[in-house]
């Protein structure tokens, strides 16, 4: 190893430190949380700014990497054939989990036995307020932005996708002619993703105010009747990971699920800790480029996947929904659940990620299809931010295996060098979340070049 190659390597080490503050600050704050519960909750702003400094840079990241994807493919069809079958991947993941969560729901009968106060009337009556559920026209109206600048800088995920599909396709045209936008583009992607590396420093002081203001606000009391869709919801998003997305990835691409998760993990972390998949979206896009899958494979299953492939946002909706009609002792039959909660997932479309987003489409679906219903949500405004928790964790997890998959199908992926980076001989560069060897677009029928041999060596 050359000496500027070790020096590097000390860089990325001590980046465990990071992660290592992450879990000191949150058993911090769950114990702030229960000493000083007052002071605790005072302590959310902390938290919130933490979460707002990734989301600030969530636009810039999916711009530059589609940008990037689809302007390096030659050829558009490669585009329209990814995004199609990314598409009916989402819409089928979608429907299993929306199934799932509909069977353990009915089975369990979390709401059983409660009874709404007055005080929970108020609070759920204002997530229905905050949520102002969409319908279909207006949802693909939101889509089109209202400048070509403007999806850029109001933060919404569909807008920014359509302007950069749109300049991706623009610059494919320009040819040559492009090639000298394209580089530029790359290099503020480069820098995009310094900047991301740099605010990821304070995740640890972001991870304190977020817990032990959600811990000093609920107390373990608040959770205790709570118990049982809590439990439920984390066991039933494990099993779908472990036994429905992990067999999917085993069968079809022969990868191992858990080996995937383990390369994930500190994306894991910085989820748990944040409550929002948002804030690994960046890290997520450089390590499957990393795994080596081709740039315009991530470039457009990414980010079109945090917007249409919520796994966990469809099994939590559909719990959660069970939940509320049981506890106001009026429960649902099972038409009018499957027509309620594929409403909410439309619905849901561009919030993925987002702390509080699945309360909030929650609230507004209820208020839109069953407005008798919508003071339930009362009920479990105390355990949301834990159960969003894993709500991101198992969109994240489907997002990753998506990709994995919608590359194998493509013969977008190197297999070779997925073997080694899952094996732990190519470990990711956590100082510039930049991946230089790793070419756009692998060659199916040579999995492992010989530059990569000598790089893995």
Request: hydrophobic fraction near 50%; aromatic fraction near 6%.
């Amino acid at each position: 190893m050359t000496s500027a190659g070790a020096v590097r390597t000390r860089r990325a080490d001590r980046t465990h430190y990071l992660y290592l503050a992450v879990i000191a600050a949150v058993l911090a704050g769950i114990a702030v949380g229960l000493v000083a519960p007052e002071f605790a909750v005072e302590l959310k702003p902390v938290g919130t700014g933490f979460v707002n400094l990734i989301k600030m840079m969530i636009s810039p990241v999916i711009f530059c990497t589609i940008v990037l994807g689809v302007g390096s493919v030659t050829k558009a069809a490669k585009v329209g054939r990814v995004g199609g079958l990314a598409l009916g991947y989402f819409l089928l993941m979608s429907t299993v989990a929306l199934g799932i969560g509909l069977v353990v729901g009915n089975l369990l009968e979390p709401g059983s036995g409660l009874h709404l106060t007055s005080a929970l009337a108020k609070s759920g009556q204002a997530q229905a307020t905050a949520g102002h559920a969409q319908n279909t026209t207006e949802f693909l109206l939101g889509i089109i932005p209202t400048t070509l600048f403007s999806a850029l800088t109001e933060g919404k995920v569909l807008q920014t996708l359509l302007v950069a599909l749109l300049a991706g396709f623009a610059l494919q045209a320009m040819g040559a002619t492009g090639a000298p936008v394209l580089r530029g583009i790359e290099h503020l992607q480069r820098l995009v993703f310094r900047i991301m590396s740099m605010i990821m420093w304070l995740a640890p002081v972001g991870a304190f105010g977020a817990i032990a203001a959600v811990v000093g606000a609920t107390g373990v009391a608040a959770l205790k009747s709570l118990a049982v869709i809590m439990i439920g919801f984390y066991l039933t998003c494990v099993l779908f990971v472990v036994l429905v997305l992990g067999g999917l990835l085993r069968l079809v691409a022969g990868v191992n699920v858990f080996k995937l998760l383990r390369y994930l993990g500190r994306e894991f972390l910085l989820i748990l800790s944040t409550s929002s998949s948002e804030s690994a979206l960046p890290r997520l896009i450089a390590k499957m480029e990393h795994l080596g899958v081709s740039r315009p494979v991530v470039g457009i299953t990414v980010p079109t996947g945090y917007s249409f492939n919520l796994d966990g946002t469809a099994i939590y909706l559909t719990m959660a929904s069970i939940f509320i009609s049981e506890a106001l002792d009026k429960p649902m039959s099972l038409g009018q659940q499957l027509s309620l909660l594929l409403f909410m997932v439309i619905a849901s479309k561009g919030a993925a990620g987002v702390t509080g987003a699945g309360l909030a489409t929650l609230a507004g679906g209820l208020q839109s299809h069953r407005p008798e219903l919508v003071d339930g949500v009362g009920l479990i405004v105390g355990i949301d931010r834990f159960m969003s928790e894993a709500r991101a964790l198992t969109n994240f997890a489907g997002n990753a295996v998506a990709t994995v998959l919608i590359g194998h199908w493509t013969k977008e992926l190197d297999r070779g060098r997925l073997t080694e980076v899952l094996a732990g001989r190519l470990p990711f560069d956590e100082t510039t979340l930049v991946d230089d060897g790793h070419p756009a677009t692998p060659v199916p029928s040579q999995p492992a070049t010989p530059d990569l041999e000598k790089t893995a060596s």
